[in-house]
Protein backbone atom coordinates (compact mmCIF):
# COMPACT_ATOMS: atom_id res chain seq x y z
CA UNK A 1 0.00 0.00 0.00
CA UNK A 2 1.13 3.67 -0.79
CA UNK A 3 1.81 5.68 2.21
CA UNK A 4 -0.13 8.20 2.75
CA UNK A 5 1.48 11.78 3.51
CA UNK A 6 -1.73 12.99 5.51
CA UNK A 7 -3.41 10.29 7.37
CA UNK A 8 -5.72 12.85 9.11
CA UNK A 9 -7.83 12.58 5.03
CA UNK A 10 -8.69 8.99 6.16
CA UNK A 11 -9.57 9.45 9.67
CA UNK A 12 -11.70 12.40 8.67
CA UNK A 13 -13.42 10.40 6.14
CA UNK A 14 -13.92 7.53 7.74
CA UNK A 15 -15.36 9.63 10.94
CA UNK A 16 -18.16 10.86 8.49
CA UNK A 17 -18.56 7.15 7.32
CA UNK A 18 -18.94 5.33 10.80
CA UNK A 19 -23.07 5.63 10.37
CA UNK A 20 -22.45 2.65 7.55
CA UNK A 21 -19.90 0.29 9.51
CA UNK A 22 -21.72 -2.58 8.69
CA UNK A 23 -21.44 -2.16 4.61
CA UNK A 24 -18.01 -1.25 4.68
CA UNK A 25 -16.84 -4.07 6.98
CA UNK A 26 -18.45 -6.67 4.30
CA UNK A 27 -17.26 -4.70 1.91
CA UNK A 28 -13.68 -5.46 3.36
CA UNK A 29 -14.56 -8.98 4.01
CA UNK A 30 -15.54 -9.25 0.29
CA UNK A 31 -12.29 -7.90 -0.77
CA UNK A 32 -10.04 -10.08 0.99
CA UNK A 33 -12.38 -12.83 -0.98
CA UNK A 34 -11.78 -11.23 -3.93
CA UNK A 35 -7.86 -10.72 -3.23
CA UNK A 36 -7.25 -14.29 -2.19
CA UNK A 37 -8.46 -15.70 -5.08
CA UNK A 38 -6.38 -13.03 -7.77
CA UNK A 39 -3.44 -14.51 -5.77
CA UNK A 40 -4.82 -17.94 -6.18
CA UNK A 41 -3.92 -17.32 -9.88
CA UNK A 42 -0.27 -16.26 -9.64
CA UNK A 43 0.28 -19.44 -7.36
CA UNK A 44 -1.08 -21.52 -9.57
CA UNK A 45 1.31 -20.76 -12.16
CA UNK A 46 3.79 -23.34 -10.39
CA UNK A 47 1.68 -26.31 -9.82
CA UNK A 48 0.39 -25.80 -13.57
CA UNK A 49 3.99 -25.29 -15.03
CA UNK A 50 5.93 -28.04 -13.13
CA UNK A 51 3.72 -30.42 -12.28
CA UNK A 52 1.16 -30.87 -15.29
CA UNK A 53 3.50 -29.46 -18.27
CA UNK A 54 6.93 -30.33 -17.33
CA UNK A 55 6.25 -33.64 -15.61
CA UNK A 56 3.68 -34.17 -18.50
CA UNK A 57 0.78 -35.18 -15.80
CA UNK A 58 -1.54 -34.14 -18.81
CA UNK A 59 -4.78 -35.51 -16.67
CA UNK A 60 -4.89 -32.72 -14.80
CA UNK A 61 -5.35 -30.58 -18.13
CA UNK A 62 -9.29 -32.22 -17.53
CA UNK A 63 -9.94 -30.43 -14.50
CA UNK A 64 -7.75 -27.27 -15.42
CA UNK A 65 -10.58 -25.26 -16.82
CA UNK A 66 -13.01 -25.82 -14.52
CA UNK A 67 -10.91 -24.20 -12.07
CA UNK A 68 -9.96 -21.56 -13.71
CA UNK A 69 -13.45 -20.81 -14.20
CA UNK A 70 -14.06 -21.47 -10.82
CA UNK A 71 -11.48 -19.14 -9.50
CA UNK A 72 -12.43 -16.08 -11.93
CA UNK A 73 -16.10 -16.54 -11.02
CA UNK A 74 -15.91 -16.59 -7.34
CA UNK A 75 -13.50 -13.66 -7.53
CA UNK A 76 -16.11 -11.72 -10.11
CA UNK A 77 -19.17 -12.08 -7.67
CA UNK A 78 -17.01 -10.82 -4.80
CA UNK A 79 -15.43 -7.71 -6.76
CA UNK A 80 -19.58 -7.21 -7.72
CA UNK A 81 -21.02 -7.50 -4.52
CA UNK A 82 -18.11 -5.51 -2.78
CA UNK A 83 -19.22 -2.90 -5.46
CA UNK A 84 -22.35 -2.71 -5.10
CA UNK A 85 -22.07 -2.34 -1.15
CA UNK A 86 -19.80 0.22 -1.45
CA UNK A 87 -21.76 2.00 -4.04
CA UNK A 88 -24.50 2.09 -1.84
CA UNK A 89 -22.26 3.22 1.20
CA UNK A 90 -21.42 6.21 -0.88
CA UNK A 91 -24.74 7.15 -2.11
CA UNK A 92 -26.43 7.23 1.32
CA UNK A 93 -23.01 9.08 2.85
CA UNK A 94 -23.73 11.92 0.45
CA UNK A 95 -27.39 12.26 0.65
CA UNK A 96 -27.02 12.19 4.27
CA UNK A 97 -23.95 14.64 4.07
CA UNK A 98 -26.38 16.88 1.68
CA UNK A 99 -28.92 16.45 4.61
CA UNK A 100 -26.26 17.78 7.97
CA UNK A 101 -24.87 21.07 5.57
CA UNK A 102 -28.59 21.65 4.28
CA UNK A 103 -29.82 21.73 7.88
CA UNK A 104 -26.05 23.45 8.97
CA UNK A 105 -27.31 25.95 7.13
CA UNK A 106 -30.67 26.75 8.00
CA UNK A 107 -29.49 26.60 11.46
CA UNK A 108 -26.60 29.45 10.87
CA UNK A 109 -26.55 32.80 11.87
CA UNK A 110 -27.72 35.35 9.26
CA UNK A 111 -24.32 37.46 10.34
CA UNK A 112 -22.31 34.08 8.93
CA UNK A 113 -25.13 33.56 5.91
CA UNK A 114 -24.51 36.93 5.02
CA UNK A 115 -20.81 36.55 4.71
CA UNK A 116 -20.78 33.97 2.24
CA UNK A 117 -23.30 34.23 -0.90
CA UNK A 118 -25.28 32.12 -2.22
CA UNK A 119 -24.32 30.80 -4.68
CA UNK A 120 -20.98 29.45 -2.77
CA UNK A 121 -23.25 27.69 -0.08
CA UNK A 122 -25.56 25.94 -2.75
CA UNK A 123 -21.83 25.16 -4.63
CA UNK A 124 -21.08 23.47 -1.03
CA UNK A 125 -24.08 21.14 -0.54
CA UNK A 126 -24.58 20.04 -3.87
CA UNK A 127 -21.21 20.35 -6.22
CA UNK A 128 -18.58 19.45 -2.82
CA UNK A 129 -20.25 16.95 -1.68
CA UNK A 130 -20.82 15.43 -5.26
CA UNK A 131 -16.79 15.27 -5.38
CA UNK A 132 -17.08 13.38 -2.46
CA UNK A 133 -18.65 10.41 -3.58
CA UNK A 134 -16.44 8.83 -5.69
CA UNK A 135 -14.15 8.51 -2.48
CA UNK A 136 -16.36 6.12 -0.82
CA UNK A 137 -17.86 4.49 -4.08
CA UNK A 138 -14.62 3.88 -6.26
CA UNK A 139 -11.70 5.34 -4.13
CA UNK A 140 -11.95 3.58 -1.20
CA UNK A 141 -13.26 0.43 -2.81
CA UNK A 142 -10.41 0.41 -5.22
CA UNK A 143 -8.30 0.79 -2.09
CA UNK A 144 -9.48 -1.84 -0.30
CA UNK A 145 -10.06 -4.33 -3.32
CA UNK A 146 -6.71 -3.51 -5.07
CA UNK A 147 -4.63 -2.99 -1.92
CA UNK A 148 -5.25 -6.12 -0.51
CA UNK A 149 -4.76 -7.48 -3.75
CA UNK A 150 -1.31 -5.96 -3.96
CA UNK A 151 -1.03 -7.80 -0.48
CA UNK A 152 -1.85 -11.16 -1.54
CA UNK A 153 0.28 -10.83 -5.16
CA UNK A 154 3.38 -9.76 -3.18
CA UNK A 155 2.92 -12.54 -0.42
CA UNK A 156 2.78 -15.33 -3.12
CA UNK A 157 6.00 -13.98 -4.97
CA UNK A 158 8.03 -13.66 -1.78
CA UNK A 159 6.84 -17.13 -0.75
CA UNK A 160 7.79 -18.13 -4.04
CA UNK A 161 11.31 -16.87 -4.50
CA UNK A 162 12.26 -13.95 -1.61
CA UNK A 163 15.15 -12.21 -3.57
CA UNK A 164 13.65 -12.43 -7.11
CA UNK A 165 10.49 -10.67 -5.28
CA UNK A 166 12.47 -7.76 -3.87
CA UNK A 167 14.53 -7.26 -6.69
CA UNK A 168 11.12 -6.61 -8.53
CA UNK A 169 9.60 -4.33 -5.62
CA UNK A 170 12.26 -2.39 -5.70
CA UNK A 171 10.79 0.53 -7.94
CA UNK A 172 7.93 0.39 -5.49
CA UNK A 173 9.57 3.33 -3.36
CA UNK A 174 9.35 5.70 -6.89
CA UNK A 175 5.90 4.96 -7.52
CA UNK A 176 5.06 5.87 -3.51
CA UNK A 177 6.79 9.16 -3.89
CA UNK A 178 5.58 10.02 -7.34
CA UNK A 179 2.05 9.26 -6.44
CA UNK A 180 2.24 11.12 -3.10
CA UNK A 181 3.43 14.62 -4.85
CA UNK A 182 1.32 14.25 -8.27
CA UNK A 183 -1.49 13.66 -5.00
CA UNK A 184 -0.76 16.63 -3.57
CA UNK A 185 -0.68 19.10 -7.05
CA UNK A 186 -4.26 17.17 -7.66
CA UNK A 187 -5.44 18.33 -4.21
CA UNK A 188 -4.53 21.97 -4.62
CA UNK A 189 -5.75 22.16 -8.23
CA UNK A 190 -9.10 20.34 -7.16
CA UNK A 191 -9.33 23.01 -4.33
CA UNK A 192 -8.78 25.68 -6.62
CA UNK A 193 -10.96 24.23 -9.29
CA UNK A 194 -14.01 23.93 -6.75
CA UNK A 195 -13.86 27.78 -5.66
CA UNK A 196 -13.59 28.44 -9.05
CA UNK A 197 -17.10 26.16 -10.03
CA UNK A 198 -18.40 27.88 -6.61
CA UNK A 199 -18.01 31.04 -8.39
CA UNK A 200 -19.77 30.06 -11.61
CA UNK A 201 -22.69 28.67 -9.41
CA UNK A 202 -22.77 32.08 -7.69
CA UNK A 203 -22.86 34.01 -11.08
CA UNK A 204 -25.82 32.07 -12.40
CA UNK A 205 -27.63 32.52 -9.27
CA UNK A 206 -27.06 36.01 -9.17
CA UNK A 207 -27.83 36.71 -12.74
CA UNK A 208 -31.40 34.94 -12.70
CA UNK A 209 -31.87 37.11 -9.12
CA UNK A 210 -31.08 40.00 -10.89
CA UNK A 211 -32.41 39.29 -14.23
CA UNK A 212 -34.39 42.76 -15.04
CA UNK A 213 -31.18 44.89 -13.89
CA UNK A 214 -29.20 42.83 -16.65
CA UNK A 215 -31.77 43.03 -19.32
CA UNK A 216 -32.67 47.17 -18.72
CA UNK A 217 -28.96 47.77 -18.39
CA UNK A 218 -28.25 45.61 -21.33
CA UNK A 219 -25.68 43.70 -19.67
CA UNK A 220 -25.99 40.14 -21.27
CA UNK A 221 -22.81 40.14 -23.00
CA UNK A 222 -20.51 41.29 -20.51
CA UNK A 223 -22.19 38.83 -17.86
CA UNK A 224 -21.58 36.09 -20.33
CA UNK A 225 -18.48 37.05 -21.74
CA UNK A 226 -16.90 37.34 -18.18
CA UNK A 227 -19.30 33.43 -17.18
CA UNK A 228 -17.03 32.54 -20.00
CA UNK A 229 -13.88 33.27 -18.47
CA UNK A 230 -14.93 31.82 -14.98
CA UNK A 231 -15.63 28.43 -17.01
CA UNK A 232 -12.20 28.55 -18.86
CA UNK A 233 -10.63 28.91 -15.45
CA UNK A 234 -12.69 26.07 -14.03
CA UNK A 235 -11.41 23.92 -16.94
CA UNK A 236 -8.17 24.96 -16.66
CA UNK A 237 -7.92 23.96 -12.94
CA UNK A 238 -9.51 20.04 -14.25
CA UNK A 239 -7.12 19.92 -17.07
CA UNK A 240 -4.13 19.78 -14.24
CA UNK A 241 -6.06 17.42 -12.33
CA UNK A 242 -6.48 15.15 -15.13
CA UNK A 243 -2.58 15.56 -15.52
CA UNK A 244 -1.05 15.25 -12.66
CA UNK A 245 -3.63 12.04 -12.15
CA UNK A 246 -2.68 10.63 -15.47
CA UNK A 247 0.69 11.23 -14.41
CA UNK A 248 0.17 8.65 -11.51
CA UNK A 249 -0.46 6.12 -14.22
CA UNK A 250 2.35 7.15 -16.59
CA UNK A 251 4.54 6.82 -13.63
CA UNK A 252 3.15 2.77 -12.66
CA UNK A 253 3.13 2.12 -16.77
CA UNK A 254 7.12 2.61 -16.62
CA UNK A 255 7.48 0.71 -12.91
CA UNK A 256 5.43 -1.82 -14.41
CA UNK A 257 8.18 -2.42 -17.43
CA UNK A 258 11.20 -2.03 -15.26
CA UNK A 259 10.23 -4.34 -12.47
CA UNK A 260 9.41 -6.53 -15.39
CA UNK A 261 12.70 -6.25 -17.14
CA UNK A 262 14.16 -6.90 -13.56
CA UNK A 263 12.28 -10.22 -12.91
CA UNK A 264 13.02 -11.24 -16.33
CA UNK A 265 17.07 -10.72 -16.23
CA UNK A 266 17.60 -12.38 -12.92
CA UNK A 267 15.36 -14.61 -12.82
CA UNK A 268 16.15 -16.03 -16.46
CA UNK A 269 19.52 -16.15 -14.86
CA UNK A 270 18.19 -18.25 -11.95
CA UNK A 271 16.10 -20.37 -14.14
CA UNK A 272 18.94 -21.55 -16.73
CA UNK A 273 21.60 -22.66 -13.32
CA UNK A 274 18.74 -24.60 -12.39
CA UNK A 275 18.51 -22.42 -9.15
CA UNK A 276 15.12 -22.34 -9.24
CA UNK A 277 12.21 -24.14 -11.76
CA UNK A 278 10.26 -22.69 -14.58
CA UNK A 279 7.39 -22.82 -12.43
CA UNK A 280 8.90 -20.83 -9.60
CA UNK A 281 10.00 -18.00 -12.45
CA UNK A 282 6.75 -17.24 -14.32
CA UNK A 283 5.08 -17.86 -10.63
CA UNK A 284 6.85 -14.75 -9.46
CA UNK A 285 6.68 -13.10 -12.71
CA UNK A 286 2.81 -13.13 -12.76
CA UNK A 287 2.68 -12.16 -9.74
CA UNK A 288 4.56 -9.26 -10.19
CA UNK A 289 3.31 -8.40 -13.82
CA UNK A 290 -0.41 -8.88 -11.60
CA UNK A 291 0.39 -6.55 -9.32
CA UNK A 292 0.93 -3.42 -11.05
CA UNK A 293 -2.25 -3.33 -12.80
CA UNK A 294 -4.19 -3.09 -9.12
CA UNK A 295 -1.04 -0.54 -8.27
CA UNK A 296 -1.87 1.72 -11.25
CA UNK A 297 -5.47 1.64 -9.67
CA UNK A 298 -4.41 2.49 -6.25
CA UNK A 299 -2.42 5.23 -7.65
CA UNK A 300 -4.92 7.06 -9.48
CA UNK A 301 -7.50 6.56 -6.30
CA UNK A 302 -4.54 7.50 -4.13
CA UNK A 303 -4.39 10.93 -6.18
CA UNK A 304 -8.05 10.74 -6.65
CA UNK A 305 -8.44 10.76 -2.78
CA UNK A 306 -6.52 14.18 -2.12
CA UNK A 307 -8.17 15.70 -5.33
CA UNK A 308 -11.65 14.96 -3.45
CA UNK A 309 -9.88 15.86 0.05
CA UNK A 310 -10.01 19.67 -0.95
CA UNK A 311 -14.20 19.72 -1.25
CA UNK A 312 -13.87 17.94 1.98
CA UNK A 313 -12.28 20.42 3.53
CA UNK A 314 -14.87 23.15 2.20
CA UNK A 315 -18.01 20.55 3.76
CA UNK A 316 -16.16 20.59 6.91
CA UNK A 317 -15.68 24.70 6.65
CA UNK A 318 -19.69 24.78 6.98
CA UNK A 319 -20.36 22.31 9.38
CA UNK A 320 -17.64 23.91 11.68
CA UNK A 321 -19.56 27.63 11.41
CA UNK A 322 -21.14 27.97 14.91
CA UNK A 323 -24.93 27.62 14.48
CA UNK A 324 -27.50 30.18 16.55
CA UNK A 325 -27.74 29.72 20.22
CA UNK A 326 -30.40 30.65 22.77
CA UNK A 327 -30.95 30.20 26.25
CA UNK A 328 -32.84 28.00 28.98
CA UNK A 329 -35.98 30.37 29.67
CA UNK A 330 -39.09 30.39 27.27
CA UNK A 331 -40.22 33.32 26.07
CA UNK A 332 -43.94 34.32 26.52
CA UNK A 333 -46.09 36.94 25.25
CA UNK A 334 -45.27 40.46 26.84
CA UNK A 335 -47.20 42.14 29.48
CA UNK A 336 -44.64 45.54 29.48
CA UNK A 337 -42.94 45.57 26.66
CA UNK A 338 -39.81 45.74 24.79
CA UNK A 339 -36.65 47.69 25.66
CA UNK A 340 -33.39 48.73 23.82
CA UNK A 341 -30.86 49.85 26.09
CA UNK A 342 -27.95 51.37 24.94
CA UNK A 343 -28.03 49.00 21.86
CA UNK A 344 -24.44 49.37 18.91
CA UNK A 345 -24.71 46.87 16.06
CA UNK A 346 -22.44 46.48 12.98
CA UNK A 347 -22.42 44.00 10.89
CA UNK A 348 -19.10 43.44 10.64
CA UNK A 349 -15.56 43.69 13.08
CA UNK A 350 -13.74 46.97 12.02
CA UNK A 351 -16.63 48.57 10.26
CA UNK A 352 -19.50 51.56 10.87
CA UNK A 353 -21.88 50.90 13.54
CA UNK A 354 -25.30 51.16 11.71
CA UNK A 355 -26.99 51.51 14.96
CA UNK A 356 -25.63 53.90 17.46
CA UNK A 357 -26.30 54.20 21.53
CA UNK A 358 -30.53 52.97 21.06
CA UNK A 359 -32.80 53.38 23.90
CA UNK A 360 -35.79 52.61 23.41
CA UNK A 361 -39.25 51.58 25.29
CA UNK A 362 -41.69 49.55 22.84
CA UNK A 363 -44.90 49.04 25.39
CA UNK A 364 -46.71 46.14 25.02
CA UNK A 365 -49.89 46.26 22.86
CA UNK A 366 -48.87 49.57 21.32
CA UNK A 367 -48.24 50.39 17.85
CA UNK A 368 -45.11 52.05 17.59
CA UNK A 369 -43.71 53.35 13.84
CA UNK A 370 -40.03 53.88 13.22
CA UNK A 371 -39.30 56.40 10.81
CA UNK A 372 -36.51 58.44 9.09
CA UNK A 373 -34.46 58.52 5.70
CA UNK A 374 -33.55 55.61 3.91
CA UNK A 375 -30.68 54.13 5.07
CA UNK A 376 -31.08 55.48 8.70
CA UNK A 377 -31.32 51.86 10.28
CA UNK A 378 -34.74 51.23 10.68
CA UNK A 379 -34.79 47.50 8.98
CA UNK A 380 -31.87 46.48 10.90
CA UNK A 381 -33.04 47.71 14.60
CA UNK A 382 -36.38 45.50 13.66
CA UNK A 383 -34.06 42.08 12.75
CA UNK A 384 -32.72 42.86 16.45
CA UNK A 385 -35.37 41.57 17.69
CA UNK A 386 -36.06 37.85 16.39
CA UNK A 387 -32.61 37.97 16.97
CA UNK A 388 -31.93 37.77 13.32
CA UNK A 389 -28.62 39.18 14.56
CA UNK A 390 -26.97 40.46 18.14
CA UNK A 391 -26.00 43.67 19.19
CA UNK A 392 -22.39 44.13 19.28
CA UNK A 393 -23.12 46.55 22.50
CA UNK A 394 -25.62 46.80 24.78
CA UNK A 395 -28.81 44.53 25.39
CA UNK A 396 -32.56 44.07 24.15
CA UNK A 397 -35.08 43.28 27.01
CA UNK A 398 -38.48 41.61 26.79
CA UNK A 399 -40.06 41.75 30.25
CA UNK A 400 -36.90 42.56 31.80
CA UNK A 401 -34.98 39.65 30.60
CA UNK A 402 -32.23 39.78 27.82
CA UNK A 403 -33.37 38.22 24.40
CA UNK A 404 -30.20 36.49 24.29
CA UNK A 405 -31.34 34.19 27.91
CA UNK A 406 -34.75 32.93 25.51
CA UNK A 407 -34.78 29.61 23.46
CA UNK A 408 -34.78 31.01 20.46
CA UNK A 409 -37.64 28.77 19.13
CA UNK A 410 -40.06 29.98 21.74
CA UNK A 411 -39.22 33.90 21.01
CA UNK A 412 -39.33 33.89 17.33
CA UNK A 413 -42.97 32.09 17.95
CA UNK A 414 -44.07 35.29 19.58
CA UNK A 415 -43.14 37.17 16.10
CA UNK A 416 -44.85 38.01 12.94
CA UNK A 417 -42.70 39.45 10.11
CA UNK A 418 -44.81 41.14 6.88
CA UNK A 419 -41.43 42.88 5.06
CA UNK A 420 -41.37 44.93 1.61
CA UNK A 421 -39.03 41.64 0.41
CA UNK A 422 -41.74 39.00 0.13
CA UNK A 423 -40.32 35.53 -0.04
CA UNK A 424 -42.78 32.90 -1.93
CA UNK A 425 -41.67 29.58 -1.83
CA UNK A 426 -42.02 27.22 -4.80
CA UNK A 427 -45.15 25.40 -3.51
CA UNK A 428 -48.62 25.57 -3.94
CA UNK A 429 -50.87 28.64 -2.48
CA UNK A 430 -52.40 26.77 0.65
CA UNK A 431 -48.51 25.90 1.73
CA UNK A 432 -47.56 29.35 1.32
CA UNK A 433 -49.58 30.40 3.52
CA UNK A 434 -49.62 27.66 5.94
CA UNK A 435 -45.90 28.39 6.44
CA UNK A 436 -46.72 30.76 9.46
CA UNK A 437 -48.54 27.87 10.74
CA UNK A 438 -48.69 24.29 9.36
CA UNK A 439 -51.19 23.07 11.92
CA UNK A 440 -53.56 25.38 10.81
CA UNK A 441 -56.98 23.66 8.92
CA UNK A 442 -57.58 24.35 5.86
CA UNK A 443 -60.78 26.31 7.18
CA UNK A 444 -58.24 28.61 9.12
CA UNK A 445 -55.80 29.14 5.88
CA UNK A 446 -58.68 30.73 4.00
CA UNK A 447 -60.08 33.02 6.72
CA UNK A 448 -56.65 34.11 6.99
CA UNK A 449 -56.92 34.70 2.76
CA UNK A 450 -59.82 36.68 3.36
CA UNK A 451 -58.42 38.63 6.06
CA UNK A 452 -56.01 39.66 3.97
CA UNK A 453 -58.07 40.68 0.63
CA UNK A 454 -56.03 37.89 -1.17
CA UNK A 455 -58.95 34.98 -1.48
CA UNK A 456 -60.93 36.60 -4.52
CA UNK A 457 -57.59 36.38 -6.74
CA UNK A 458 -56.24 33.11 -5.45
CA UNK A 459 -59.78 31.18 -6.86
CA UNK A 460 -59.20 32.60 -9.55
CA UNK A 461 -55.77 30.98 -10.24
CA UNK A 462 -55.86 28.03 -12.39
CA UNK A 463 -56.02 25.30 -9.20
CA UNK A 464 -57.28 27.87 -6.67
CA UNK A 465 -55.64 27.33 -3.06
CA UNK A 466 -53.88 24.09 -4.97
CA UNK A 467 -51.78 26.04 -7.14
CA UNK A 468 -47.84 25.96 -7.43
CA UNK A 469 -46.54 29.49 -7.24
CA UNK A 470 -43.17 29.74 -9.64
CA UNK A 471 -40.04 30.46 -8.30
CA UNK A 472 -40.76 33.61 -5.78
CA UNK A 473 -43.92 33.68 -6.63
CA UNK A 474 -43.10 35.57 -9.95
CA UNK A 475 -46.28 34.50 -11.30
CA UNK A 476 -47.88 36.74 -8.72
CA UNK A 477 -47.89 40.56 -9.27
CA UNK A 478 -46.38 42.85 -6.23
CA UNK A 479 -49.52 43.50 -4.93
CA UNK A 480 -51.12 39.55 -4.60
CA UNK A 481 -47.47 38.29 -3.32
CA UNK A 482 -47.68 41.50 -0.48
CA UNK A 483 -51.11 40.12 0.08
CA UNK A 484 -50.04 36.40 1.08
CA UNK A 485 -47.70 37.78 3.15
CA UNK A 486 -49.87 39.29 5.41
CA UNK A 487 -52.30 36.19 5.25
CA UNK A 488 -49.20 34.27 6.52
CA UNK A 489 -48.93 36.62 9.32
CA UNK A 490 -52.06 36.98 9.93
CA UNK A 491 -52.51 32.98 10.27
CA UNK A 492 -49.85 32.95 12.53
CA UNK A 493 -51.53 35.62 15.09
CA UNK A 494 -48.17 36.46 16.58
CA UNK A 495 -48.52 38.30 19.89
CA UNK A 496 -45.12 40.70 18.62
CA UNK A 497 -45.51 41.95 14.60
CA UNK A 498 -43.29 43.78 12.55
CA UNK A 499 -44.31 45.64 9.45
CA UNK A 500 -41.25 46.19 7.16
CA UNK A 501 -43.08 48.53 4.47
CA UNK A 502 -45.91 45.51 4.38
CA UNK A 503 -47.84 47.67 2.17
CA UNK A 504 -45.35 49.31 -0.02
CA UNK A 505 -46.16 47.02 -3.11
CA UNK A 506 -49.79 47.81 -3.28
CA UNK A 507 -52.21 49.35 -5.72
CA UNK A 508 -54.28 52.21 -4.24
CA UNK A 509 -57.27 49.21 -3.75
CA UNK A 510 -55.53 46.73 -2.55
CA UNK A 511 -53.89 49.38 -0.04
CA UNK A 512 -57.22 50.39 1.30
CA UNK A 513 -58.19 46.71 1.98
CA UNK A 514 -55.54 45.17 3.31
CA UNK A 515 -54.91 48.28 5.66
CA UNK A 516 -58.29 47.52 7.43
CA UNK A 517 -56.95 43.89 7.41
CA UNK A 518 -53.75 45.56 9.35
CA UNK A 519 -55.64 47.46 11.73
CA UNK A 520 -57.64 45.13 13.00
CA UNK A 521 -54.70 42.42 13.08
CA UNK A 522 -52.51 45.46 14.93
CA UNK A 523 -54.88 45.67 17.87
CA UNK A 524 -54.14 43.86 21.03
CA UNK A 525 -50.67 43.48 19.59
CA UNK A 526 -47.11 44.87 20.19
CA UNK A 527 -46.76 46.57 16.67
CA UNK A 528 -43.23 47.66 14.96
CA UNK A 529 -44.24 49.42 12.27
CA UNK A 530 -41.28 50.79 9.14
CA UNK A 531 -43.53 53.79 8.25
CA UNK A 532 -44.25 53.96 4.73
CA UNK A 533 -48.17 54.95 4.58
CA UNK A 534 -49.38 58.65 5.96
CA UNK A 535 -52.63 56.76 7.86
CA UNK A 536 -49.89 54.54 9.95
CA UNK A 537 -47.83 57.54 11.14
CA UNK A 538 -50.53 59.52 12.19
CA UNK A 539 -52.45 56.79 14.15
CA UNK A 540 -49.27 55.50 15.89
CA UNK A 541 -49.22 55.49 19.45
CA UNK A 542 -45.31 56.47 19.47
CA UNK A 543 -43.31 57.65 16.51
CA UNK A 544 -39.57 56.98 16.81
CA UNK A 545 -37.66 59.40 14.65
CA UNK A 546 -33.92 57.35 13.31
CA UNK A 547 -31.20 59.45 11.38
CA UNK A 548 -27.64 58.04 10.81
CA UNK A 549 -28.28 55.54 13.31
CA UNK A 550 -29.03 57.16 16.17
CA UNK A 551 -33.02 57.89 17.90
CA UNK A 552 -33.06 61.78 17.21
CA UNK A 553 -36.66 62.20 18.70
CA UNK A 554 -40.02 60.54 19.69
CA UNK A 555 -43.47 60.95 20.82
CA UNK A 556 -46.40 61.66 19.19
CA UNK A 557 -47.20 62.51 15.93
CA UNK A 558 -48.73 65.99 16.73
CA UNK A 559 -45.32 66.50 18.90
CA UNK A 560 -42.82 65.40 16.87
CA UNK A 561 -44.47 67.90 14.04
CA UNK A 562 -43.76 70.74 16.39
CA UNK A 563 -40.77 70.48 17.47
CA UNK A 564 -38.85 67.98 14.94
CA UNK A 565 -37.96 69.76 11.59
CA UNK A 566 -37.01 66.55 10.19
CA UNK A 567 -39.96 64.84 10.88
CA UNK A 568 -41.94 67.76 9.61
CA UNK A 569 -39.83 67.22 6.16
CA UNK A 570 -40.77 63.26 6.17
CA UNK A 571 -43.82 64.21 6.55
CA UNK A 572 -44.64 66.35 4.19
CA UNK A 573 -43.04 63.93 1.60
CA UNK A 574 -45.45 61.19 2.84
CA UNK A 575 -48.10 64.09 1.64
CA UNK A 576 -46.60 64.69 -1.72
CA UNK A 577 -46.67 60.94 -2.34
CA UNK A 578 -50.48 60.77 -0.88
CA UNK A 579 -51.22 63.30 -3.64
CA UNK A 580 -49.23 61.91 -6.01
Partial sequence: MIPLRRPSVFKKIFFLARPYWFLLSVSLLLSLVASLFSGSVAWLVKPVLDHIFLEK????????????????????????????????????????????????????????????????????????????????????????????????LVAVALYRRFDLALLALTVFPAVAIGARKLGTKARKARKLGQQEIAEVTHQVTESLQGLREVKVYLQEDFLVRRFRQKLEGYLRYLLRVTKYREGARLLVDLMTGLGGALVFTYGGHLVIRGVITPGDFF??????????????????????????????????????????????????????????????????????????????????????????????????????IPRFYDP??????????????????SLRALIGIVSQDIVLFNATVYENIAFGNPKASREEVIAAAKLAYAHEFIKQLPQ?????????????????????????????????????????????????????????????????????????????????????????????????????????????????????
Fill in 283 to 384: SVLTAILMIFSPLRRISRAYTGLYDASAALERVEEVLAYPEEKGGPKKASAPQEGLIFDHVYFRYREGEDFVLQDINLKIPAGQVVALVGPSGAGKSTLVSL
Fill in 392 to 409: SQGKILLDGTDLREFELG
Fill in 57 to 152: NYRYLDILPLIVIGIFSLRGLSAFFQAYLMRLAALRFVNDLRYRLYQKILRLPLKEVSAETSGRLVSRVINDTTALEPVLGDMFRTLMLEGLTVIT
Fill in 464 to 580: GYDTVLGHKGFNLSGGQRQRLAIARAILKNPPILILDEATSHLDAVSEQKVQKALERLMRGRTTIVIAHRLSTVVQADLLVLLEKGRVVAQGRHEELLKTSPLYRELYHSFQLEKAG
